[in-house]
């Protein structure tokens, strides 16, 4: 007997038919996040709490800390494993859900937001109940709130480019010296001009790995690595144009082998059309 997919709990669960505003629809916290975002000069991070499920923020455009992938660069299961325990665990998840604000590491996320939600004295969520302790904290602005949903700006966050000095301390970073103007930023292509007084790196707080190419005014510079995690970059004192784009080297090879692949059919049809002919 043939299984029929549309019938059965695969048709039901990966094969929805509802409506797109059922599946992503418009709230009042996505619509104050969105504004946030529109009205930002750069980018941010969000981190969902237990508020919006992982990843679901993606069709709107709204970039998350946590999340979950079929594959996760292991530098950076590691860092967020330093984010969350202190230390990088034995066995690294694909999943992930950062709840350790207090890490000194978690500045470098870049998470502007955190969301939360309130709860009673009996732990059920209620309009009347208050969000957890730890936002109580004078660096947890709250910003936004709707029934159960308080949104909070973490004012201790970090912009997502920061200056490190020569001596590549990053514990020295003073976010008030970033003069960073975006120009991309996309998720394959980052490009934005970083204005330095002094020669040192900018520090991007996004996942190093293999396959990603950097210029410096026009000119290719080696990626280095910032918390063994993050992209660290050299930079001149002045202006300078910094483009980020991932090119793997399997890029290249899979376009030589579809050439030759196009060349050899080329050939092989061109012989066929003169066998026939004759």
Same mark, same amino acid.
């Given at each position: 007997?043939?299984?029929?997919?549309?019938?059965?709990?695969?048709?039901?669960?990966?094969?929805?038919?509802?409506?797109?505003?059922?599946?992503?629809?418009?709230?009042?916290?996505?619509?104050?996040?969105?504004?946030?975002?529109?009205?930002?000069?750069?980018?941010?991070?969000?981190?969902?709490?237990? +508020?919006?499920?992982?990843?679901?923020?993606?069709?709107?455009?709204?970039?998350?800390?946590?999340? !979950?992938?079929?594959?996760?660069?292991?530098?950076?299961?590691?860092?967020?494993?330093?984010?969350?325990?202190?230390?990088?665990?034995?066995?690294?998840?694909?999943?992930?859900?950062?709840?350790?604000?207090?890490?000194? !590491?978690?500045?470098?996320?870049?998470?502007?937001?955190?969301?939360?939600?309130?709860?009673?004295?009996?732990?059920?969520?209620?309009?009347?109940?208050?969000?957890?302790?730890?936002?109580?904290?004078?660096? !947890?602005?709250?910003?936004?709130?709707?029934?159960?949903? +308080?949104?909070?700006?973490?004012?201790?966050?970090?912009?997502?480019?920061?200056?490190?000095?020569?001596?590549?301390?990053?514990?020295?970073?003073?976010?008030?010296?970033?003069?960073?103007?975006?120009? +991309?930023?996309?998720?394959?292509?980052?490009?934005?001009?970083?204005?330095?007084?002094?020669?040192?790196?900018?520090?991007?707080?996004?996942?190093? !790995?293999?396959?990603?190419?950097?210029?410096?005014?026009?000119?290719?510079?080696?990626?280095?690595?910032?918390?063994?995690?993050?992209?660290?970059?050299?930079?001149?004192?002045?202006?300078?144009?910094?483009?980020?784009?991932?090119?793997?080297?399997?890029?290249?090879?899979?376009?030589?082998?579809?050439?030759?692949?196009?060349?050899?059919?080329?050939?092989?049809? +061109?012989?066929?059309?003169?066998?026939?002919?004759?």
């Amino acid at each position: 007997q043939q299984f029929n997919i549309f019938e059965g709990d695969i048709g039901k669960k990966y094969l929805p038919f509802s409506k797109q505003e059922l599946l992503f629809p418009k709230t009042p916290v996505i619509d104050f996040l969105l504004q946030k975002k529109n009205e930002s000069i750069e980018p941010f991070r969000v981190e969902l709490g237990e +508020v919006i499920p992982q990843n679901f923020l993606m069709p709107y455009g709204i970039e998350t800390t946590s999340g !979950y992938d079929a594959l996760l660069p292991l530098k950076t299961g590691e860092f967020l494993s330093l984010v969350e325990t202190g230390k990088i665990d034995d066995k690294i998840s694909r999943v992930h859900l950062l709840r350790n604000y207090q890490s000194p !590491y978690f500045k470098f996320t870049n998470t502007k937001y955190i969301l939360a939600k309130k709860m009673n004295s009996e732990g059920i969520y209620s309009a009347q109940g208050k969000t957890p302790d730890i936002f109580n904290q004078k660096n !947890y602005k709250n910003v936004f709130e709707d029934k159960t949903v +308080v949104i909070f700006e973490n004012e201790n966050y970090l912009p997502r480019v920061n200056f490190v000095n020569e001596d590549m301390d990053i514990s020295k970073i003073n976010k008030d010296k970033t003069k960073t103007e975006w120009l +991309v930023n996309e998720a394959l292509k980052k490009e934005f001009i970083f204005n330095s007084d002094t020669n040192g790196y900018v520090l991007l707080s996004e996942s190093i !790995y293999s396959g990603w190419r950097a210029s410096v005014n026009s000119k290719p510079v080696s990626i280095l690595s910032g918390i063994d995690a993050l992209k660290l970059i050299p930079v001149q004192a002045g202006k300078n144009v910094i483009s980020i784009e991932y090119k793997p080297d399997s890029f290249y090879y899979g376009k030589i082998i579809s050439v030759f692949s196009l060349f050899c059919w080329g050939i092989f049809l +061109v012989i066929h059309l003169l066998r026939k002919r004759k």
